[in-house]
């Protein structure tokens, strides 16, 4: 390995992506079983929650652009895991929710992500861990 490469792998947001690709690959894995990507995973963890959100708010918490969540949540419709309601306060938004097949298949799947944040938790001791979500949290 030469001294540029080793020097390249020293910053950080080098160590943040090859750890993000790391983790996202180990995850997609497990949701491939039961045939959800990682974005559909996170609309459906957002939703779970029971607040209906604009399209505005799940692309902000699911990290996704807005035309890109318009895409998938299209197909979501047609799967049947997510349907649009026309927002109570203004009739001008469009609240997504989960349908009862979305709840069943977030039931599904919330045990193979638990897996994987326990793979994540054990690689670290409790300080450590507690100290890795505090700092992430500061970055993003």
Partial sequence: MSAQQK???????????AAHRTVSQSLAERLKKHGIKIEAWRVMECLDAGDPLT?????????????????????????????????DEDHRQVNLLLTSLG????????????????TL???????SLAFLREVLSKLS
């Fill in 7 to 17: 020097h390249f792998e020293q910053h950080l947001s080098y160590a943040l992506a």
């Fill in 55 to 87: 399209m505005g708010e799940l692309a902000r918490r699911a990290l996704l652009n807005p035309s890109a969540l318009s895409k998938l949540v299209d197909r979501m419709v047609q799967d049947g895991l997510v349907h649009r309601k026309v927002a």
């Fill in 121 to 127: 938790s054990d690689i670290l001791d409790t300080e």
């Fill in 103 to 118: 709840r069943h298949r977030m039931l599904q799947i919330r045990p193979d992500v638990e897996a994987e944040d326990r």
